[in-house]
T-cell receptor
Framework: GAVVSQHPSWVICKSGTSVKIECRSLDFQATTMFWYRQFPKQSLMLMATSNEGSKATYEQGVEKDKFLINHASLTLSTLTVTSAHPEDSSFYIC???????????????FGDGTRLSIL | SQKIEQNSEALNIQEGKTATLTCNYTNYSPAYLQWYRQDPGRGPVFLLLIRENEKEKRKERLKVTFDTTLKQSLFHITASQPADSATYLCALGVNQGGKLIFGQGTELSVKP
């Protein structure tokens, strides 16, 4: 069954709107979750690492005030795209990784993504 | 500059043949490498993981190799089936909090 639940799967909204995307870890507690963005026919680009109980770590070039991440519990992280514009239209995907053991032994489990379209 | 490159062209093969996908990287020193499958409109699904001290890993019809001298990983699907048609992504584990750096993916199409 699914390890990660992402909601909503698809959203269309007007320019200037803020949109919140939820990522839930269903199978285990996750102190770390990752947020990616993917444009058509392109690679997944890591936006930020979400850490439970502390601030997210953003990748270079990602505006932290534009993409707000909240990881308030061990099973839920949210990404809010604030004042969204057409250029923010993309496929946003979250992932979780078991935090027990070393990194070299753990795959990431991905949600099914959120297709965001800003008109 | 740092780069990850997968087969730039889509790969079309006949059912039953072996598909071989490549992943080359420059200016990275990954501790491990992972392969994922992604279907249209879906999130990636983990397939195989190989560490820097491992040469080869197998799982059913899948095989991955990792050559840290050549800075290359090869991903093989034997006895391919139309259901194997998807985009395959390689990802480097750079050991910074479990972060993965993804290649752009190779689209595989298996014809009956």
């Amino acid at each position: 069954g699914a390890v990660v639940s992402q909601h909503p799967s698809w959203v269309i909204c007007k320019s200037g709107t803020s949109v919140k995307i939820e990522c839930r870890s269903l199978d285990f507690q996750a102190t770390t979750m990752f947020w990616y963005r993917q444009f058509p026919k392109q690679s997944l680009m890591l936006m930020a690492t979400s850490n439970e109980g502390s601030k997210a770590t953003y990748e270079q070039g990602v505006e932290k005030d534009k993409f707000l991440i909240n990881h308030a519990s061990l099973t839920l992280s949210t990404l809010t795209v604030t004042s969204a514009h057409p250029e923010d239209s993309s496929f946003y995907i979250c992932s979780v990784r078991r935090t027990q053991g070393d990194y070299s032994n753990q795959p990431q489990h991905f949600g099914d993504g959120t297709r965001l379209s800003i008109l | 500059s740092q780069k990850i490159e997968q087969n730039s062209e889509a790969l079309n093969i006949q059912e039953g043949k072996t598909a071989t996908l490549t992943c080359n990287y420059t200016n990275y020193s990954p501790a491990y490498l992972q392969w994922y499958r992604q279907d249209p409109g879906r999130g990636p699904v983990f397939l195989l993981l190989i560490r820097e001290n491992e040469k080869e890993k197998r799982k059913e019809r899948l095989k991955v190799t990792f050559d840290t001298t050549l800075k290359q990983s090869l991903f093989h699907i034997t006895a391919s089936q139309p259901a194997d048609s998807a985009t395959y992504l390689c990802a480097l584990g750079v050991n910074q909090g479990g972060k993965l750096i993804f290649g752009q993916g190779t689209e595989l199409s298996v014809k009956p």
